[in-house]
DNA sequence: CGACTAACCGGACTTTACCCCGCTTACGCG
DNA sequence: CGCGTAAGCGGGGTAAAGTCCGGTTAGTCG
């Protein structure tokens, strides 16, 4: 489940391996939800779950390859809905408004999963350097709109950022700048409707 | 000269420590044009400024305090151009126009110090919480434009997200995405060409 | 079924950010 | 000009990330 998609290569991973990642990313996610993600140590994840400290290292490369695995088997659910769940997320909709509602969607998640995410971005390019999905989704969005004279790639590296950067931000370090403390349900609202703002406007041909 | 803000307080900074300040942004410059940023550490910047460790620490709070500080002294200049410069960068000159000079800057700064950059991005919110120069002035011409119907505070963020994110994530990474290797002037007019479109789109009202 | 090999596992080791707390020094006041 | 005190300073101490390499085991091939 982990790497469904590396089927061509002769050996994706031995079987203990696998049993090991199952049981250190639940052991995890216990130690997170008992005593916060800035308790989770290398160390001590590993003495709970009965395995070397190599292990640990071998599997995640890095602490914050750890919560990127966290997140990613996180974010399996909403991949779901995207490449065959109903529309508008899933396909058959037209490509602004499933640009609006993958907004809304990914809004949502990373509002959910904060603080995983906070601690998945660290220190340097961990490992796999995979391309983050929400681009790669934005970018095919928007290739099907093709916005005149438009740089498509760039402008889905800059729609992504506009969807996540100011988020993650007020999620991590709080209100800024003079406005007041939202609870859950204002924020996520106040963020569609900026997403959406900002999709209308950059997609939407000019008359 | 680096905190000409704080009048206000009673002791600013003591004569010693500002000079150390000083001291200590100068044999960090020379420690990274001599080994690069991931060797500074902060046991030999201290060393070589003949400072204790404590000294370090409470100047700067963290190893990214040190960064950010370089950069900050770094900005100062584009800062004046900004607020007493010639048009279109600094004040005179129509909103969008002011936005797209000041994305332009901005993208060269970046390009120029995005080693000491990376290495300012790292652990928690260090110290100040300082809002960003950057969402700042953005913010502030974007009120001046005063698009119908936007977040203003919102939309300032997205901005600055998709100004920086895109930029820094290439510079810190490389290419991505199926991307040939651009050099550094071919990169940046990408992105100043990426950021008037995206300004234009924006802020040019709809028929 | 047995041997081979490549991957995996473990835990000691090194490096480094960051903390702590007693000592020293700059500056204001009498 | 001498004193008080608050800020600055020093460097040893701690914890945690990341490295290394010898021993072990899963999966394969004859």
Redesign the interface.
């Known amino acids: 489940m982990s790497t469904p998609l590396t089927w061509g290569t002769p050996h994706p991973e031995r079987a203990d391996a696998a049993r090991n990642r199952q049981l250190l990313l639940t052991t995890a996610r216990a130690l997170i939800a008992a005593d916060g993600p800035d308790c989770l140590t290398m160390d001590r994840l590993a003495e709970r779950s009965g395995l070397g400290k190599g292990t640990v290292f071998r599997r995640f490369g890095t602490r914050a390859g750890i919560f990127q695995a966290l997140l990613d088997d996180n974010e399996r659910a909403l991949q779901q809905e995207i490449l065959s769940g109903a529309p508008p997320l899933g396909p058959g909709a037209p490509p602004v408004d499933r640009l609006v509602a993958y907004g809304s969607a990914r809004i949502h998640f990373l509002a959910e999963n904060h603080e995983i995410a906070r601690s998945a971005i660290?220190?340097r390019?961990t490992n796999g350097?995979r391309?983050p999905l929400s681009?790669?989704h934005i970018?095919v969005l928007l290739r099907e709109l093709d916005p005149p004279?438009?740089?498509v790639?760039?402008?889905a590296?800059?729609?992504?950022?506009?969807?996540?950067?100011?988020l993650l931000?007020q999620l991590?370090?709080g209100p800024?700048?003079g406005?007041a403390e939202l609870d859950r349900s204002e924020l996520t609202a106040?963020?569609e409707?900026?997403w959406r703002?900002?999709v209308e406007?950059?997609c939407?041909l000019?008359?």
Do not use: H
């Open positions: 660290d220190g390019p350097r391309p681009q790669i970018r004279g438009a740089d790639d760039l402008l590296g800059q729609l992504t950022s506009a969807l996540e950067g100011p931000s991590f370090d800024e700048l406005q106040r963020f409707a900026g703002y900002l406007r950059v939407t000019a008359a």
